[in-house]
């Protein structure tokens, strides 16, 4: 981790969360829906991207960058959703010249976007109340 990132981390503990107490169970609670979340994101966060045409390496290298875990060492996984995603007329995709295949939404896949950008804002409502669940230390 970069020294300045570490040093954040640091004054964020001491400072910002100091009066914040996770017990086990919250710990545990937050990181099963954490991990049930991260399945159901990768599709939307595909489907997001997928607002421009792109191909599938450009696809795998955005979602690494935005730190999607459920992909890395199993790429294959974006082409299975790709392929799903275009059988279900979610997507389309097309072959250019070079062999290079582009893939883009459909009307029907923009408007299960936003039907899915809808849920996420009702998600993150829950996720607040998982959250609000915390305790305060009285110090």
């Not at 896949?109 to 915390?134: A, C, H, T, Y």
Request: charged residues 30%; aromatic residues 6%.
């Amino acid at each position: 981790m970069d020294e300045r990132l570490k040093g954040l981390k640091k004054a964020m503990n001491n400072h910002t969360f100091r009066q914040v107490k996770f017990t086990d169970a919250h710990r545990q609670k937050i990181n099963e829906q954490i991990e049930q979340l991260e399945d159901q994101d990768v599709t939307k966060f595909i489907l997001s991207l997928l607002t421009q045409e792109r191909t599938g390496s450009e696809l795998t290298q955005l979602l690494h960058v935005r730190g999607i875990k459920t992909i890395i060492n199993n790429e294959g996984i974006v082409y299975t959703i790709l392929h799903a995603q275009e059988q279900q007329g979610i997507i389309e995709s097309y072959w250019t010249e070079d062999d290079e295949k582009y893939y883009k939404l459909t009307n029907k896949g923009m408007k299960i976007l936003q039907k899915k950008n809808v849920q996420k804002s009702s998600r993150d409502i829950s996720l607040k109340q998982l959250f609000n669940e915390v305790t305060l230390n009285e110090h």
